[in-house]
């Protein structure tokens, strides 16, 4: 597959420049848990915008801004106002707002529809393919210079100056947002306003979904001020690191869906298909990826966590069930004894204990090592004195507290030593005896 | 005639139902579905899952393209709603399924998780009708009209099925009636009382698929989620009861329903969709609004006329902490001034305690109080002088600090509480303040 200059360049620096500007917010909006908000605001920015439309009779840029972030101001007011004033859930209250303001740009839409040329579906998926540069260099090497930058359609300048005003936002008010998106209250006792900047940061929404509307449709906006930062939110636990990681999500997001989109079909030799719909299946794609394997947070990775805890739970029950028989005077037990005692999980534990060393066989049978022995010393004392602790300080009866002790051996840290014999009469071995 | 008579005139005749076979067909279809969105959004409302509703409307688009192009391959006609409806329904399905996977396996919250299913499925959807659109020999101009709705083109079949979805989600939503209820406001205590809660979930889910899918032609899938969520909402502010509000929902939403498909029939270029959802939302606007008991209007008159109430107690107290029976206009300025009230308020408190019987007008703006005002005064008097010595002895709250806070509460002290706090504050061995009667 190749890139041209004149039909791809364009295209795709919308398409990674709207991401950037959304993916930079998005991580605000998602630990605030406003990304709905995101969604409400891209639906009712319609109305904002037709109706500057009706007003100036025109495409100016800046009317249609001003519309448009009027349009999303009063959204964020209105939810507001139904959420206080009529006591509903604030989902509801959004759902509410969003789809009558839409249903008004829709009704506006078709009232206008002869006199300018603007409909409702070029909103929803944008039209990245007309981004057309006609005069272009033939090969990419021409295309880093002075004239790109001039030859740059608005859409593009106007998606460049939100990135960058998004980019500035971020990094100014890094330590307000912050500080706003994970304790509002205390942020407004420290004398920021968590008001005003919530305001900022939803104009500068509004403001990036105009900025993207025409070039790559609301629905890469919602795309975009989700799937990256949740994408991120699960990477790392570093709001500096999510945010640089969110940004790389988002790129890789636009870049990898632009290529998808010309370059899937072209395999098959079939047309290219929509950019901005392909690049939110790429956000999302990144972020099944994330859910999958991200190293602390992924499934995966909890799989293999949980199951690494089950096997050494089995193991020490092994080694506690042979610690037991060796004290009441058995020198082995049998194998086939000891997985049935501690069944379902008696062949994985008995498994890793062998591996580990702890047992070995002895007269036909199982018996502990010196380091299996020292385990099982360890882990009956944290039983017995676990036994201890919750009949003297819990004040539980002496036959309720096996259940709770078996759980709690487990954990690394023990209750304080010190009693030598547990609620049953039975001796606490001690390290060293 | 005029045409703002011709087009009243036209309005009327469709509204009866003598606009003709298809104009008829779209009243009924759109009718019968604000019946059952309504209906079944009750419980979506209820469940605090509007929004889930909207994810999923947003996930049928994919499933469109999917079953156009699947039927196509098979050498059907791609365009046939059935097969259409089917694939949205299913990936509708399998974005909620999403959504809660999202809720259960990772850290995200349910907002990003709907953000994310939305946007994700509907992306997949464009990048779908686009393949078609460039692609397939056959055209598509049925699907998009699936994203904006396209009421004006339903036919006699499209109608029936509205019905058969009416039906089965009124009926499904009056047979589970109980059920729903005790799921949406308690799950916990469903699950221990032995109910299948999963289940019943499903239930509710899956008959919020069916109205999400049957809209889709009527409203199209970005709006038909306003009529899960608004009729409900707007029903929400007349009642406290799950059945009225059952009830109200679906007649508000066949109402919006009714009035959308009128209007749009009778002017130009009015698509259905959206005159059905601001049918809605101006039936909202009015609940918000002018609602009996939860509406904008009577809380306001509520919050008014306590603190009038309150205000005027203040007044009858002052008077008696002075011991004077007529309360000269300076002496209300002083007391407005001491509560910050705003300088209109003092004609209002001088109006209500004449309206109450508290008090007779004299010249000069003074105000005579009666025997009942007098007593008024003496009682809030004594409400303050028990809670402050309350306070004081089993509170532990320095005298010097009881006086703001109890401004607040006197006014509200009950009879009974007042005769506790007398025998408390006696067995204490504090001396109870001077009985009504007593000071004077």
Known sequence: MTLDPALDLFPLLAGVLAAVSCGLLGNFLVLRRLSLMGDAISHSVLPGLVIAFIVTASRDPAAMFLGAALAGVATVVLVEIVKKLGRVEPGAAMGVVFSVLFALGVLLIEDAARQVDLDADCVLHGQLETLVWYDAPAEWSGAFAVETIRAAPRQVETLALVALLSSVFVIALFKELRLAAFDPALATTQGYHAGALHYALMILVAAATVASFEAVGSILVIAMLVCPAATARLLTDRLWTQVLASVGVAVASAAGGYAAATGIPAIAGKDSVNAAGSMAVAAGALLTAAILFSPRHGVIAKLWRHRALARRVAREDVVGALYRAHESGEAAVLRAALRDRLAPRGAVGLRAALRRGLVAERDGGLALTPAGRAEGEALVARHRLWERFLVDEAGLAPDHVHEAAERLEHLSGGPPAGPSEDPHGRRIPRAGE | ?440
Not at chain 2, 249 to 276: D, Q
Not at chain 2, 359 to 375: H, S
Not at chain 2, 392 to 418: I, K, T
Request: overall charge positive; hydrophobic content about 55%; glycine content about 10%.
């Open chain 2, 1 to 440: 005639m005029s045409e703002g008579a011709a087009i009243a005139s036209e309005l009327w005749t469709i509204a009866t139902f003598r606009g003709g076979f298809n104009a008829t067909l779209v009243i009924a279809g759109t009718s019968l579905l604000g019946l059952a969105a309504g209906v079944i959004g009750v419980f979506a409302l209820l469940r605090k899952r509007s929004l889930v509703a909207d994810a999923l409307a947003h996930a049928t688009l994919p499933g469109v393209a999917l079953a156009f192009l699947v039927s196509a391959a098979l050498g059907g006609d791609g365009r046939s709603l059935p097969a259409l409806l089917a694939g949205a329904a299913a990936t509708g399905a399998l974005g909620v399924a999403c959504v809660q996977a999202l809720l259960r396996y990772t850290r995200l919250h349910e907002d990003a998780a709907i953000g994310i299913v939305l946007s994700v499925f509907f992306g997949a959807g464009v990048v779908g009708l686009s393949y078609i659109q460039a692609n397939a020999s056959a055209g598509s101009a049925g699907l998009t009209g699936l994203i904006f709705g396209q009421a004006a083109t339903m036919r006699p079949s499209d109608v029936a099925l509205m019905g058969v979805v009416a039906t089965v989600g009124v009926l499904g939503a009056l047979l589970l009636l109980k059920e729903f209820t005790l799921v949406c406001f308690n799950d916990d205590f469903a699950r221990v009382q032995g109910w299948p809660v999963s289940l019943i979930d499903g239930l509710m889910m899956a008959l919020v698929v069916l109205a999400t899918v049957a809209g889709l032609q009527a409203v199209g899938l970005i709006l038909v989620v306003a009529l899960l969520i608004v009729p409900p909402v707007a029903a929400r502010f007349w009642t406290e009861r799950v059945w009225v509000l059952v009830a109200l929902a679906g007649l508000i939403g066949a109402l919006s329903g009714y009035l959308g498909a009128v209007a749009s029939a009778a002017l130009p270029r009015k698509p259905a969709g959206a005159v059905i959802v601001l049918a809605a939302g101006a039936i909202f606007a009015i609940s918000l609004l002018a609602a009996p008991r939860r509406g904008v209007i009577a809380s306001a008159w509520r919050r008014a006329r306590l603190r009038l109430r309150i205000a005027g107690e203040h007044l009858l107290e002052a008077a008696h902490d002075r011991g004077v029976d007529v309360i000269e206009p300076g002496e209300i300025a002083a007391v407005a001034r001491e509560r910050g009230w705003p300088r209109a308020a003092r004609i209002f408190v001088a109006w209500s305690l004449v309206r109450r019987g508290d008090a007779r007008r004299e010249r000069r703006g003074a105000l005579r109080l009666t025997p009942r005002g007098i007593d008024r005064g003496r009682r809030v008097a004594r409400n303050h002088a028990l809670w402050e010595q309350y306070l004081v002895s089993y509170a532990d709250v320095a005298p010097s600090h009881v006086d703001w806070s109890v401004d607040q509460v006197e006014h509200v002290l009950s009879e009974e509480l007042v005769a506790e706090l007398e025998s408390r504050l006696a067995s204490l061995g504090r001396p109870a303040p001077a009985a009504p009667g007593g000071a004077r």
